[in-house]
């Protein structure tokens, strides 16, 4: 509904009413802005102290509801927790005020009737749930004795259902916590706070420290050593296979260290009809710690000869550290072998090549001699225990 406000004009005649809803407007609209902007809880004072073992004391000060209505505590006022059957021992207790308000002031006119409305502050203690509306301001457990905890003095704290100071509703989602919100220190972070000279140090231990907390070493977290990835370690090796060899057979170098990575070249030749065909092949291969063969490839070719005359060369690529292929066609049956080197086993000291040799037809017989010559340079690190 819309607010309205009085509008006054000369020869006006006005009601108590009139009066009545001029003090309704301002007291309205000044606990609109309270209730908006503060959160409702204590606003200044109203600490809670130990006064004897079975007694507290409430401090004047400021507090207010969730209605905006202000609670003010002028003096200091005592609370008995003596009676056992209103504060049974072991029970918890919370210390409130709320608002309340008492039609007071005789009229000193002929006119009988109540002159002032005084807003007072009610100061009590329960156990058990706070009245609705009331606002907590101590919250704590009554020892077996019944008596407060702590040495008298001490001021109460607050708890968890201790309402908020006026102010920020919230602190990233912390609401109304009541008291302090306290920083609270984890992991590496450090809160030094210093009330002398009103700071809070934030800092952290972890840049100090010299061991492993997080148990990163290459070990721990399968990595290689640096020096693993130097490839300082280097042997060359010379594989020879002819055609005296089996499809099958195998060359096993020593070079005393697992080889990471292998560079091969080479050359491959085989005579066909009375005359020598050949070429280069250039191969590498990837190994890895375990040992395990990651990946190897070559180029390679293949000699087809028809004739002296009528002969011709092709290049291509594949698996393994040497292809090559020749085919005689002048013979019949024709001479024609697919020869392949791949490596087939690796160790910490060296790795095992083995040669296959595949006719490329049912029909097709063996070649009458062959050559594969391969130099590799073989790069690792230290050997694997």
């Given at each position: 509904?819309?607010?309205?406000?009085?509008?006054?004009?000369?020869?006006?005649?006005?009601?108590?009413?009139?009066?009545?809803?001029?003090?309704?407007?301002?007291?309205?609209?000044?606990?609109?802005?309270?209730?908006?902007?503060?959160?409702?809880?204590?606003?200044?004072?109203?600490?809670?102290?130990?006064?004897?073992?079975?007694?507290?004391?409430?401090?004047?000060?400021?507090?207010?509801?969730?209605?905006?209505?202000?609670?003010?505590?002028e003096g200091d006022q005592a609370i008995d927790l003596s009676n056992p059957v209103k504060f049974p021992p072991e029970t918890e207790v919370s210390v409130t005020i709320s608002y309340e308000e008492e039609e007071t002031d005789e009229s000193t006119s002929t006119v009988p009737g109540k002159t002032r409305i005084t807003e007072k502050a009610k100061v009590d203690a329960v156990s058990g749930s706070p009245p609705v509306g009331a606002v907590v301001l101590a919250r704590f457990k009554l020892d077996a004795g019944g008596n407060v905890g702590g040495a008298i003095g001490d001021?109460?704290?607050?708890?968890?259902?201790?309402?908020?100071?006026?102010?920020?509703?919230?602190?990233?989602?912390?609401?109304?916590?009541?008291?302090?919100?306290?920083?609270?220190?984890?992991?590496?972070?450090?809160?030094?706070?210093?009330?002398?000279?009103?700071?809070?140090?934030?800092?952290?231990?972890?840049?100090?420290?010299?061991?492993?907390?997080?148990?990163?070493?290459?070990?721990?977290?399968?990595?290689?050593?640096?020096?693993?990835?130097?490839?300082?370690?280097?042997?060359?090796?010379?594989?020879?296979?002819?055609?005296?060899?089996?499809?099958?057979?195998?060359?096993?170098?020593?070079?005393?260290?697992?080889?990471?990575?292998?560079?091969?070249?080479?050359?491959?030749?085989?005579?066909?009809?009375?005359?020598?065909?050949?070429?280069?092949?250039?191969?590498?291969?990837?190994?890895?710690?375990?040992?395990?063969?990651?990946?190897?490839?070559?180029?390679?070719?293949?000699?087809?000869?028809?004739?002296?005359?009528?002969?011709?060369?092709?290049?291509?690529?594949?698996?393994?550290?040497?292809?090559?292929?020749?085919?005689?066609?002048?013979?019949?049956?024709?001479?024609?072998?697919?020869?392949?080197?791949?490596?087939?086993?690796?160790?910490?000291?060296?790795?095992?090549?083995?040669?296959?040799?595949?006719?490329?037809?049912?029909?097709?017989?063996?070649?009458?001699?062959?050559?594969?010559?391969?130099?590799?340079?073989?790069?690792?690190?230290?050997?694997?225990?």
């Amino acid at each position: 509904m819309p607010i309205k406000r009085l509008r006054y004009f000369d020869k006006q005649f006005l009601v108590e009413k009139d009066f009545t809803d001029e003090q309704k407007y301002h007291l309205e609209m000044r606990r609109r802005l309270n209730r908006l902007l503060n959160a409702p809880g204590i606003a200044e004072g109203l600490a809670v102290e130990k006064t004897a073992n079975k007694e507290v004391t409430v401090h004047p000060g400021t507090a207010i509801d969730a209605e905006g209505r202000e609670m003010i505590l002028e003096g200091d006022q005592a609370i008995d927790l003596s009676n056992p059957v209103k504060f049974p021992p072991e029970t918890e207790v919370s210390v409130t005020i709320s608002y309340e308000e008492e039609e007071t002031d005789e009229s000193t006119s002929t006119v009988p009737g109540k002159t002032r409305i005084t807003e007072k502050a009610k100061v009590d203690a329960v156990s058990g749930s706070p009245p609705v509306g009331a606002v907590v301001l101590a919250r704590f457990k009554l020892d077996a004795g019944g008596n407060v905890g702590g040495a008298i003095g001490d001021i109460l704290p607050g708890g968890p259902n201790v309402q908020s100071r006026s102010g920020l509703l919230s602190i990233d989602q912390v609401s109304n916590p009541g008291g302090n919100i306290d920083l609270a220190q984890a992991g590496a972070i450090t809160i030094l706070p210093d009330n002398n000279n009103k700071r809070i140090t934030i800092g952290e231990n972890h840049s100090t420290r010299t061991n492993n907390p997080h148990n990163v070493t290459a070990a721990q977290i399968g990595a290689m050593l640096a020096g693993e990835y130097d490839l300082e370690r280097r042997a060359t090796a010379n594989i020879l296979f002819t055609q005296g060899d089996a499809s099958g057979a195998t060359r096993t170098i020593n070079v005393g260290f697992l080889p990471r990575i292998v560079f091969v070249v080479g050359t491959s030749t085989a005579s066909l009809a009375g005359r020598s065909y050949g070429g280069g092949v250039g191969a590498f291969a990837v190994i890895n710690e375990a040992p395990t063969i990651l990946f190897q490839r070559c180029f390679g070719f293949g000699v087809t000869r028809s004739s002296n005359t009528d002969w011709f060369v092709r290049g291509f690529a594949g698996s393994g550290i040497c292809l090559s292929t020749f085919f005689n066609q002048e013979v019949n049956p024709n001479q024609a072998e697919n020869l392949t080197v791949s490596i087939t086993n690796v160790s910490s000291t060296g790795l095992t090549a083995t040669l296959v040799r595949a006719l490329p037809n049912v029909t097709n017989v063996v070649l009458p001699n062959f050559a594969i010559t391969l130099q590799l340079l073989c790069l690792g690190n230290v050997p694997i225990l």
